[in-house]
């Protein structure tokens, strides 16, 4: 499967804008990472894009996201892939003992936070979003209360990284798609350094 039938795959099942931003959010750090450690960016962009593909129709712990593997499967995604997709539920055990199954899980909470804080801000903008700005919200416990800090912490460290330098990567990973996120804001790009 190449990442366009997967967009497509994720279009078929998913309406919600913000849910489909999440997962190319994902997507983008995820092939960030690849990039960083010399991986393959297809497969690891593959994982994070179809990772929620079936929270929509399977919104519960029980479903989500074994119900959605045998649709993945049907779709022709490697097996491989599926059981990285798998890896990233707590609640089914999988071991995490690939470095992009430790990607996976430390990709997928991280990315809602950045977004909210980046909502907030007067710029509406993950180009002026440093990881300083999320970590004020981070004390915030009601800010962005969905997200659960431990969780992103547990897996930033599972993955062999400093929370804050994750942070760091993973928003410079969503500015290089900034306008399909949605979060361009009121300011201009700025030249990446």
Known sequence: ???????????????????????????????????????????????????????????????????????????????????????????????????????????????????AVALVRPSHSLYDLEAKSVKKKWKDKAFAAGTNREEMEHAAKEFGIDVWEHVDNVILAMRKIAPELDLVGNIQKQDET
């Not at 045998?70 to 990233?88: A, F, K, N, Y």
């Open 1 to 115: 499967m190449n990442r366009e039938e997967a967009l497509s795959l994720v279009r078929e099942f998913v309406k919600s804008e913000s849910l489909v931003r999440h997962m190319l959010s994902v997507e983008a750090a995820m092939r960030f990472y690849a990039e960083k450690f010399g991986e393959d960016v297809e497969a690891w962009g593959l994982i994070g894009l179809l990772h929620d593909f079936d929270w929509e129709i399977h919104p519960t712990l029980d479903q989500h996201p074994q119900a959605g593997a045998p649709i993945l499967r049907e779709r022709g995604v490697p097996e491989d892939i599926v059981q990285d997709i798998l890896s990233h539920a707590d609640h089914l055990g999988l071991p995490r003992d690939t470095l992009r199954r430790k990607a996976i899980c430390a990709c997928d909470e991280v990315t809602g936070l950045i977004t």
